[in-house]
């Protein structure tokens, strides 16, 4: 793994633009960066990141067949009571997922260390699975990368593969995110396209366009009873809406599935850690108030059950003093991880998040900032396998 500086398409902005990633650059800083590009070598990318991927998901999945058959734990994560038996049924019933995104450091020496599953909401899709592949075959037919170059990267086909697994040719379902959110929109619009491609009948709603009627079913702005609802909402944020009473009687069906609300949850990280102790793709984690002192002596990072962005996340012990991210979060708990730096490039720190669509591993996205933390307006570096 090494990071390699290339010459940018001359028209990239406009070709973006045109393609509806308007959000390339964002607050007078640039979003995406393709003045340089990660390069791996085929081993890399399938021993260090795919296979640990599929491993850690299979691990998910037992993690999830241990929870729901344990309220109690499920109260330790901060999810709602009366949810409980909700989420434990759309478990045992086999309700599907459609995708998601593990967070690893990584720097082409060891194992991957994964510092969270997107198990519910992983954004960075449309520049993973299109433009991202989109630069990869232009830099090839300009000459800038050689004819053998590859990248990790399925995800389109997978999700088509996905949508076609799950539904008949000419199903509607419907795709929903908040309003006035260009990140979140061209994510659902590019599921959209994929669904549309699957043969199916894609419909586009708002969260604050979805409403109830008097028999307690969820509908479109135009009255339309919703069968299947993609959601680009969270589902901590789902479970305590005024709406929420409705959720475990209405006859919808749900992308992603109740039971992510579990793999969603930061809580999962030590509870992963407790049925895999030792695991070398995982962190040692515990529940703060079960942390031993030798790691709270030691550098490691406190996080919220429910953040996203890498809001409120705190960085403590390291030699160049602690960090501490701005937001929200934190009232339902907090849970303690052995800090594992990233890979550093200069003065760049990169993180690797790498996708599963249904069970199988097919791609990454690299996200590079110079603070030790990745939020929102981290950069996004493309990547290729070295031919």
Request: hydrophobic fraction near 40%; charged fraction near 20%; include cysteine.
């Given at each position: ?7 940018e ?5 406009q ?8 959000f390339?650059?964002m607050y007078?800083?640039?979003?995406w ?6 390069e791996f070598t085929l ?5 260090h990141?795919?296979d ?5 998901w ?5 993690l ?7 309220p109690?734990l ?5 999810i ?13 019933r ?15 020496t ?5 510092l ?18 989109l630069w ?7 000459g800038?990368?050689?004819?053998g170059?590859?990248?990790?990267n399925?995800?389109?086909?997978q ?34 396209d ?14 604050e366009?979805?409403?109830?009627d008097r028999?307690g079913?969820f509908a479109d702005a135009?009255?339309v009873?919703i069968q299947t ?8 944020d ?6 929420s ?12 599935p ?8 930061k ?7 407790d049925?895999?102790?030792?695991h070398p793709n995982?962190?040692?984690s ?6 031993p002192?030798?790691?709270?002596e030691?550098p ?15 960085l403590r ?6 960090v501490?991210?701005d ?9 303690v991880?052995t ?11 990169a993180m ?11 791609g990454?996205c ?21 031919g």
């Open positions: 793994m090494k990071r390699v500086f290339l010459p398409r001359p028209d990239w902005k070709e973006a633009e045109a393609l509806g990633f308007g390339h650059s007078g800083a640039p979003y960066d393709e003045s340089r590009a990660y081993s890399e990318i399938e021993e990141l795919e640990p991927s599929e491993d850690l299979k691990m998910c999945l037992d999830v067949g241990h929870v729901v058959a344990d109690a499920m109260s330790l994560m901060a709602p009571e009366a949810y409980h038996a909700w989420i434990a049924e759309s478990w045992r086999g309700d599907p997922s459609l995708y998601g995104r593990f967070d690893f450091h990584y720097d082409g060891g194992p991957a260390k994964m969270e599953f997107n198990a519910d909401t992983p954004t960075a899709l449309y520049e993973t699975g299109f433009f991202q592949w990869l075959d232009q830099q090839i037919q300009t800038i990368l050689p004819s170059a590859d990248q990790f399925s995800v389109q086909d999700l088509i593969s996905r949508f076609q697994a799950l539904f008949v040719p000419g199903y509607e379902l419907h795709f929903a995110c908040v309003e006035d959110n260009d990140e979140e929109r061209a994510t659902v619009q590019y599921l959209q994929c669904a549309q491609q699957a043969g199916l009948r894609p419909q586009f709603v708002t969260v366009n979805i409403g109830v028999s079913q135009n009255s009873l609802l993609f959601k680009l909402y969270p589902w901590e789902m479970l305590r809406e005024r709406f009473v409705h959720l475990p009687t209405a006859e919808m069906q749900f992308l992603e109740p039971w992510k609300a579990i793999l969603s949850n809580a999962c990280l030590p509870l992963l850690w049925m895999f102790p030792g995982l962190l040692p515990w529940f703060e108030k079960d942390a002192p030798e790691a709270l030691a490691h990072v406190v996080k919220p059950f429910f953040s996203r962005e890498g809001a409120n996340i705190s012990g390291l030699s160049e003093g602690d501490t991210t937001g929200h979060y934190g009232a339902e708990g907090h849970i991880q800090y594992a730096p990233a890979a550093k490039f200069d003065d760049d720190h690797i998040g790498s996708w599963i669509v249904g069970d199988t591993a097919c990454i690299i996200r590079e900032d110079k603070a030790l933390v990745t939020q929102d307006l981290s950069r996004f570096v493309p990547h290729f396998i070295a």
